[in-house]
């Protein structure tokens, strides 16, 4: 019978329990290693499905705005007429339709993102007009917008249901105005608005301060059930028609 007391037998056993001690070691350390990547990939599989399912992206909805107007006066102005004014917002696909209506008047442009061309409806005091503009008016009409930029700030808050988070936007002119915009809705047609193209999401409520005049706009509604393509259609009659170019000499449409 073999002693393992003697040197070389406990030297034997000694080495082979520390190859397995070794290889036992090897073997937890891989499967923690393993684990830790299970782990890492089960996190950013969730992260990517929490996000995903969190910021929806869609190519139909529908938004109404409500204006709020202070004009700093005991003395009746002419912007008090807007105050409560609405603008409806309607997006489907490519196409864009927006409908401001005030006591005094009522806007109503539609925007085609795939040839960049519009058409704005204007009716004011029983006059009814419809100006047609290409890519290049358009660009034309919203040149001021050309450039701006977008600073988040910290604070936040819900609209609509909506987490929101506020951003200072500087114009190219210097003006500046806040919105408070939420990640959660993103209309594939960034092209809607000119003024928020370069927004990283979907305003919800923007405010623009000149001296003691503020106008302020709240979204109070959302819907994101399908838009009838009827929405976008173009009168036919009805309408006094003018050229952008046409419109700018009479100082309207601008």
């Not at 499905?49 to 102005?77: C, M, N, W």
Request: net charge positive; charged share 20%; hydrophobic share 40%.
């Amino acid at each position: 019978m073999l002693d393992i007391t003697m040197p070389f037998f406990r030297l034997f056993f000694i080495d082979n329990l520390l190859y397995v001690i070794r290889r036992l070691w090897i073997a937890m350390h891989n499967l923690l290693v393993m684990k830790n990547i299970h782990l890492k990939l089960f996190f950013f599989f969730l992260f990517t499905y929490s996000f995903a399912h969190a910021q929806k992206r869609v190519s139909d909805l529908s938004l109404v705005y409500e204006a709020s107007i202070t004009t700093g006066s005991k003395e009746p102005k002419l912007a008090d007429a807007f105050d409560g004014a609405t603008t409806t917002v309607y997006i489907k696909g490519t196409m864009s339709r927006s409908e401001m209506v005030s006591a005094l008047a009522s806007f109503t442009t539609i925007h085609d993102a795939t040839t960049g061309s519009s058409v704005i409806l204007q009716e004011v005091s029983g006059q009814k007009l419809l100006i047609r503009m290409t890519a290049d008016n358009w660009k034309d009409k919203n040149k001021r917008y050309e450039g701006i930029t977008f600073s988040n700030t910290e604070e936040t808050k819900t609209i609509a249901g909506y987490k929101c988070v506020k951003a200072l936007a500087k114009m190219s002119d210097g003006a500046t105005f806040s919105v408070f915009y939420t990640k959660e809705i993103i209309p594939d047609n960034i092209e809607y608005n000119y003024q928020f193209k370069n927004l990283e999401g979907l305003p919800l409520e923007y405010e623009l301060t000149q001296g003691s005049l503020t106008i302020k706009n709240t979204v109070s509604k959302i819907n994101l059930t399908p838009v009838s393509i009827s929405k976008f259609d173009i009168p036919k009659n009805g309408y006094r028609e003018l050229t952008y170019e046409e419109s700018r000499k009479l100082g309207i449409g601008q």
